[in-house]
């Protein structure tokens, strides 16, 4: 059984940080592109930022200079710095990644549970 485990929400204030954290275990082969999402209530979730294997970011535009994604491959870990945060990005923070299981042919997308980011003003 693979599993991503989202680490790190809480609540901040405007203009504070926060550093989420997602783990993937189990019989991990290789994992591909990873990526945050979110997820504010009563909204379609939306893409925060990808980051491929050999570490090239992508961010969406309403995070653009505010957030950044890494990863640790030796750990399977990807991370999301948030800084200057806006009680905008309150939502559930999902992380996804494209996951090769130990004997198998082909990347999986696997979701995290969230993790549950408020930022007050």
């Known amino acids: 059984q693979v599993q991503l485990l989202e680490l790190g929400g809480g609540l901040v204030q405007a203009g504070g940080s926060l550093r989420l954290s997602c783990a993937a275990s189990?019989?991990?082969?290789?994992?591909?592109?990873m990526g945050w999402y979110r997820q504010a209530p009563g909204k379609q979730r939306e893409l925060v930022g990808t980051i491929t294997r050999s570490g090239t970011p992508w961010y969406s535009n309403f995070v653009k200079g505010r957030f950044t994604i890494s990863r640790d491959n030796a750990k399977n870990t990807m991370y999301l710095q948030m800084n200057s945060l806006k009680p905008g990005d309150t939502a559930v923070y999902y992380c996804n990644a494209e996951i090769l299981k130990s004997g198998s042919f082909s990347y999986i997308p696997t979701w995290g549970q969230g993790t549950q980011v408020t930022v007050s003003s």
């Open positions: 189990g019989s991990i082969a290789s994992i591909n592109a």
